[in-house]
C-alpha cells in the first residue's frame, strides 16, 4: 500500500468518527431539549399548584374561620347569618356561605334567598360529615354572579356558571359534629384568575375535580356545563404519583404535558400543564437534518483534500528525500535534500536529515583531528607507550620511546619488539620480555620491573606492563606496552626502608612495646616485647594463653574487645602480673581499619610505668603522713586555744571589774595600759588559731544576703575611737548595696584591713567605701600610710609577713588570714599602693538585689554602768578563777550574781536561793564531760524556757556554733571582750 492510500484510509478513520461524534451530539442535544421542556413543565406546574394551593388555604381558611367562631358555637344564628353576609359582601368569588346542619336544615347563609334546606347528600357535605375534616367537592351547578341577577342571561351566554364546593365540619360545645360550613368557589373567577396570569406562548392549563369534571381549561376559556376530559385523562386523574407525558391536548395540539393527580399535589383536585411538543422541538429536529448533511458534506472534502496534499506535501518531498538518501549513500556526503518548506513534519524531517549528513560530515572530520590529538598527548606523555601486533611487531610508539632509543621511527616500527635495541635489555630481560609479549598474545596480563639503558648511556628502572586488546569475539586485536620510569620511586622506598629500620631501632630502645591482634586478638605482629616475651613466644596466641594471671587477661580483652565494638581508641592503666610481680602498664588501644575502612583488629602500645607507680605510692603515703601531722596539729591547737583563752579570759574579766571601780583613780592609766596589752595579746592568739583552722579546712562558710551599710556602720562605731586615739580620722562612705557572703568571715576580712590600716598609718585618715562592679560590688580600705613598695606587693599576703616598721607590730598573720578567708569565700583580693603615700586594699563580692523589706540591723544599746541592782545572773564555769572575774565584773554592772561549777550545783543553789535569773552564762567544758548546753538546758527545765542563755566557749569550731544555735542559744568566743558580753547580754533581754 502506497503512502497516499494509508493517507486517505487514515483520513477516513479520522473523519468517520468524527460523523458519528456529530451524530450522537444532535441526537443527544435532542433529548436533552426534550428533557428541558419537561422541566419547564414541571416548573410551571409547580406554580400553578401553588397559586390553586394558595386558593384553596383561602377557602379552608374561610370555612374554618366560620366553624370556630362563637356564635356558631353557641347556637346564635342570627349572629352566624349576619357574619356570612358581610363575608359575601367582602369575598364575592366565595358563593353559598353557609351553615347546614345534620339534617340538611340551613342554619345561617349569606345569602337572603338562600334555600331552607340542602339534601345531605351532596358529595362535599356528605364527606365532611364522614371523614370530619375539611374536604374539596366536585364540581357543582349555580346560580349566575348576584352582581347580575338583573340581567337577562340565558344558558347559552354562561355555560358553567358552576362552583368548586369546599365544606368543613363544625362542632357544638359538647365537641360533636353539628353540621358543616360550606362555600362554592366561583369557577369564572378561577379562571380569569388563572388567565391573569400569562403562560408562555403556545401552553395550555387544565383543572378538574376528581372525577374528571372540568374546572378550568385554558387557553380557551371555561368548560361547558358538566364537561368532562377525554378517557385518556380520565387514566392521569387516577394516577397515583404524576409526573410528564407527551400526549394530544384537549385542542387536539400534540404536547407535553406535566401533571399532578388528584391523589396528590392538591388533594382533590387535577392539575396539568402542556408546552406544545411541535413548537419546542421543531427547530432542533431542522437542526439534526442540517447538521447530517453538513458532516456527509465535510466527509467528502476531506477526501478530496486529503488526496490533493498528499500528492503535494507528502508524496513528492518523500520521493526528493529518498534520492538524497541514495546518494549519500553512494559516498558523496554533500548531498542534501533541501526542501524548501521546513515546517511541516516533511520539511523538519528533510531539515533534520541535511542536519545529520552535516553532523556525520562534522563527526568524520573531528575523528581525525581526534586521531591527531591523540597522538600528540600520547606524544606529549612521559612514560613510554608502544602498540605491537599480536605477534610482536612493534605498530606503533611515542614520542617518549624514540627519543629513549636515540633511532629514527622507521628502524623501530615493523620489528619484533624484544629485538629492538632501543630497549637495552640485558640477554635476560630480552627473555624476559619475549616471553611477557608471548603470554600477552594469549591474552594475559602482564606486568614487571626492569633496568633499562638510554641513549646517551643513562640507566634507569622502568615498571613495564603489556595489556592485550579484545575485539567483541575475545579475540587478541593487539598489545599496549608502555614503561614508567619509577627510578625515583624506588629510590624512595629504599629511603623510606632505612627510616623504618632506624624507627624499630628507636622504639626497641625507647622501652615502648606496640603490637597487632586481630579480631579474635590473636596477636599478629610484635615489636620490642616486654616481660620477657619473645614475637615468636605470642604471635598467633590470645592474652589468656600469655598471661599468668587470668583476670589480668580478663581486663585487659574487655578493653580491647570495647574498641573493636565502639571503632574508638582507648588509653588505660593495666596491671599485669608476671614472676609473682606486679607490672603496671599505660596502654593505649586504638582500631586497626582495612582497605574498606572496616576495623580488622587492633594496634596497641604499652608503656612501663611501674616505676612511676611506685613513685605515687611513696608520695600517696608521704600525704598521709602529712595529713596525720596536721590533724595532730589541728587537735593541739584546738585543746590549746581552750587552755589559752582561759588565762586570757580571767585577765579580761579582772580588768574590767578593776576599771569601774578606779574611775577618777590615778591608777587608771596602767590599767588602760595593760588593756591594751590583752588587746594585742588577744589579736594574737586569734591570729594563730584562726590561722591553724583556715589551715585544717575545717572552718564552715554560711552565705547569706548582707546590707553592707550595717557592716561599715558597726566597723566604724567600733574602730573610730581607737583611730581617733591616734590622730586619724576613719569613715566610711554610706552605701544601700546588699552582697552574697558570709556575714562573720566578710567582717573578719574587714577588720584585718582596718587594722592593717591603723597599724601601718601614721597621720591623715583610712577611708571605707563601696565600687559596683559588673554584677558585683568591690569594697575598697583607703589609708595614707607608708605604702609599700612594688616589689613586695605579693608577698605581704604570706605568714609572717611584716613591713620594716618601728611602730606597733604584730605576727604578720592579718592578710594571710584575708587571703585564705578570701579564697574560701571565692571572693577575690587585691591591692595597689604608692610607696609613701598610702595603700588601697579590696575585697570584690557578688551584689544581690536590694531588698527593702528586709528588718534592720538591731543596733544593741549600751548599757548604763550604773549601781543599781538589775536583777541575778547566774554563771556556771569550772574554773574559779573565771567564776571571780565573772563575779567582778557584774557586779560592776549592777548585777546580783550566783556562780556554779556545775549544772546539778547551779540547779542546787538556785532552789536555795529561790530568786530566778535575768540571764544564765555557762562555759562549755565543765567537769566530768558535761558540757554547757546541757546545764543550760538543766536550769531552763528548772526556771522556764524564756530564761536566756549564753555559751562561753575557747572551741572556735563551727560544732559548737550550730550546737548552740540548733538549741537556741547564744555563743560567745573566748577570750571575752567586756563590751562583747554587755552588748549580747542586752540583746538576750537581761536589763
Known amino acids: 500500500m502506497t503512502l497516499l492510500a494509508r493517507l486517505f484510509v487514515l483520513v477516513l478513520l479520522a473523519v468517520l468518527p468524527a460523523v458519528g461524534i456529530q451524530a450522537y451530539g444532535v441526537f443527544q442535544f435532542r433529548a436533552e431539549r426534550e428533557e428541558e421542556v419537561a422541566a419547564q413543565a414541571e416548573r410551571l406546574l409547580h406554580l400553578v399548584e401553588g397559586e390553586q394551593a394558595r386558593i384553596v388555604d383561602g377557602a379552608r381558611l374561610m370555612v374554618t374561620s366560620i366553624a370556630e367562631s362563637a356564635a356558631l358555637r353557641a347556637g346564635d344564628f ?57 374536604v374539596v367537592g366536585e364540581w357543582t351547578p349555580g346560580a349566575s354572579d348576584p352582581g347580575a341577577k338583573d340581567k337577562t342571561q340565558g344558558p347559552e351566554s354562561t355555560p358553567a356558571t358552576g362552583t368548586l364546593p369546599f365544606a368543613i365540619p363544625f362542632r357544638n360545645e359538647a365537641g360533636e359534629i353539628a353540621g358543616v360550613v360550606t362555600l362554592g368557589l366561583d369557577l369564572p373567577w378561577l379562571s380569569a384568575n388563572f388567565a391573569a396570569r400569562p403562560l408562555p406562548e403556545n401552553a395550555s392549563l387544565l383543572v378538574t375535580d376528581r372525577n374528571g369534571n372540568i374546572l378550568v381549561k385554558l387557553p380557551n376559556g371555561i368548560a ?7 378517557p385518556a385523562y380520565l387514566e392521569l386523574v387516577g394516577d397515583e404519583r404524576g409526573g410528564v407525558a407527551t400526549m394530544p391536548g384537549l385542542d387536539g395540539v400534540t404536547r407535553v404535558l406535566a401533571y399532578s393527580s388528584a391523589r396528590r399535589g392538591v388533594r382533590d383536585l387535577f392539575i396539568s400543564v402542556g408546552l406544545d411538543h411541535t413548537t419546542a422541538i421543531g427547530n432542533i429536529d431542522r437542526s439534526t437534518r442540517h447538521g447530517l448533511l453538513l458532516t456527509l458534506a465535510g466527509l467528502l472534502v476531506a477526501i478530496a483534500a486529503a488526496w490533493i496534499g498528499g500528492t503535494l506535501f507528502i508524496r513528492r518531498p518523500v520521493a526528493v528525500l529518498i534520492r538524497a538518501a541514495q546518494t549519500w549513500g553512494e559516498g558523496d556526503s554533500t548531498a542534501r535534500a533541501g526542501l524548501a518548506d521546513r515546517t511541516s513534519e ?99 596480563r602482564s606486568r614487571f620491573d626492569a633496568a633499562i639503558r638510554l641513549a646517551g648511556d643513562r640507566q634507569i628502572i622502568v615498571d613495564v606492563a603489556l ?15 608502555s614503561a614508567t620510569d619509577i627510578t625515583e620511586r624506588k629510590s624512595t622506598e629504599e629511603a623510606l626502608r632505612v627510616t623504618n629500620e632506624r624507627f624499630r631501632t628507636a622504639l626497641r630502645n625507647s622501652g615502648v612495646a606496640v603490637f597487632n591482634q586481630d579480631r579474635d586478638l590473636r596477636y ?8 620477657g616475651y619473645t614475637a615468636e613466644r605470642v604471635v598467633g596466641k590470645t592474652d589468656h594463653e600469655v598471661f599468668e594471671d587470668h583476670g589480668d587477661a580478663d581486663s585487659v580483652t574487655a578493653i580491647k574487645r570495647r574498641v573493636l565494638l565502639t571503632g574508638e581508641g582507648v588509653r588505660d592503666e593495666v596491671r599485669i602480673r608476671q614472676d609473682g610481680c606486679d607490672h603496671f602498664y599505660d596502654l593505649t588501644v586504638d582500631p586497626l581499619r582495612g582497605p ?128 581617733a586615739q591616734k590622730g586619724l580620722m576613719l569613715r566610711a562612705v554610706p552605701t544601700r548595696a546588699w552582697v552574697r557572703t558570709d556575714p562573720a568571715h566578710l567582717e573578719r576580712i574587714l577588720r584585718n584591713l582596718i587594722e592593717n590600716a591603723l597599724r601601718y598609718t601614721r597621720k591623715g585618715r583610712i ?121 567582778a565584773m557584774l557586779e560592776g554592772w549592777g548585777y546580783s550574781v550566783l556562780t556554779a ?29 558535761r558540757t554547757g548546753p546541757e546545764a543550760l538546758a538543766a536550769v531552763q527545765g528548772l526556771v522556764g524556757t524564756d530564761v536566756p542563755g549564753i555559751i562561753l566557749t575557747g572551741d572556735t569550731a563551727p560544732e559548737r556554733l550550730d550546737e548552740a544555735q540548733r538549741k537556741g542559744f547564744r555563743i560567745l568566743h573566748k577570750p571575752v571582750f567586756p563590751n562583747d558580753l554587755r552588748k549580747l547580754m542586752a540583746s538576750a533581754g537581761a536589763a
Open 224 to 230: 361547558q356545563r358538566g364537561e368532562r376530559v377525554p
Open 901 to 929: 561549777r556545775s549544772g546539778d550545783q547551779a540547779l542546787e543553789r538556785l532552789r536555795a536561793d529561790g530568786r530566778r535569773p535575768q540571764v544564765v552564762l555557762a562555759d562549755y567544758q565543765l567537769q566530768q564531760g
Open 346 to 444: 516533511i520539511g523538519q524531517l528533510g531539515s533534520a536529515f541535511d542536519a545529520m549528513a552535516g553532523t556525520l560530515e562534522a563527526r568524520e572530520r573531528a575523528l581525525r583531528s581526534s586521531e591527531e590529538h591523540l597522538r600528540a598527548v600520547l606524544d606529549a606523555l612521559p612514560a613510554f607507550i608502544g602498540v605491537l601486533a599480536p605477534t610482536g611487531e612493534v605498530l606503533q610508539v611515542n614520542r617518549a620511546a624514540i627519543e629513549a632509543a636515540g633511532l629514527p621511527a622507521d628502524q623501530i616500527l615493523g620489528r619484533p619488539f624484544h629485538e629492538t635495541s632501543w630497549w637495552s635489555f640485558d640477554s635476560a630481560g630480552r627473555e624476559q620480555l619475549r616471553a611477557a609479549v608471548a603470554r600477552a598474545a594469549h591474552g594475559e
Open 467 to 481: 595489556t592485550p586488546m579484545l575485539d567483541a569475539a575475545g579475540r587478541v586485536t593487539h598489545l599496549i606496552v
Open 596 to 723: 574498606d575502612g572496616s576495623i580488622v583488629g587492633v594496634t596497641c602500645a604499652a608503656v612501663d610505668v611501674t616505676g612511676r607507680k611506685q613513685a605515687e605510692a611513696d608520695l600517696r603515703r608521704a600525704r598521709e603522713a602529712a595529713e596525720t601531722a596536721a590533724a595532730g596539729k589541728s587537735k593541739f591547737l584546738a585543746v590549746a586555744s581552750h587552755d589559752l583563752r582561759q588565762p586570757v579570759q580571767s585577765l579580761y574579766l579582772f580588768a574590767a571589774a578593776l576599771g569601774d571601780r578606779l574611775q577618777g583613780h590615778p591608777g587608771l592609766p596602767l590599767l588602760d595600759n595593760m588593756r591594751q596589752s590583752l588587746d594585742t595579746l588577744k589579736g594574737l592568739l586569734d591570729g594563730l588559731l584562726d590561722m591553724s583552722r583556715l589551715e585544717s579546712g575545717k572552718i564552715a562558710v554560711t552565705k547569706t544576703d548582707v546590707r553592707m551599710g550595717q557592716v561599715l556602720g558597726r566597723l566604724v562605731a567600733e574602730y573610730a575611737p581607737r583611730a
Open 767 to 887: 577611708l571605707i567605701g563601696c565600687r559596683r562592679t559588673k554584677g558585683g560590688l568591690r569594697v575598697e580600705v583607703w589609708d595614707s600610710g607608708i605604702g609599700i613598695p612594688a616589689d613586695r606587693l605579693d608577698e605581704i599576703f604570706e605568714e609572717f609577713t611584716q613591713l620594716n616598721t618601728n611602730g606597733d607590730r604584730g605576727l604578720g598573720l592579718g592578710l594571710a588570714i584575708v587571703k585564705r578567708l578570701s579564697k574560701l569565700l571565692g571572693h577575690r583580693v587585691g591591692v595597689r599602693s604608692t610607696e609613701g603615700r598610702g595603700s588601697v586594699f579590696s575585697v570584690e563580692l557578688p551584689r544581690v538585689a536590694a531588698e527593702k523589706t528586709r528588718a534592720a540591723a538591731v543596733e544593741l544599746r549600751q548599757v548604763a554602768n550604773d549601781c543599781v541592782n538589775k536583777g541575778m545572773v547566774l554563771v556556771i564555769d569550772d574554773e574559779a578563777i573565771i567564776l571571780l572575774g565573772l563575779k
Open 78 to 134: 342570627g349572629r352566624c347569618r349576619e357574619h356570612l353576609a358581610r363575608l359575601t359582601r367582602l369575598a364575592p368569588e366565595y358563593r353559598s356561605l353557609a351553615v347546614v346542619g345534620r339534617d340538611g336544615t340551613v342554619l345561617c347563609s349569606g345569602a337572603a334567598d338562600a334555600p331552607a334546606r340542602l339534601p345531605t347528600s351532596l358529595p362535599h357535605i356528605r364527606r365532611a360529615m364522614e371523614e370530619g375534616h375539611f
Open 524 to 531: 599478629t605482629w610484635m615489636h620490642n616485647p616486654a616481660l
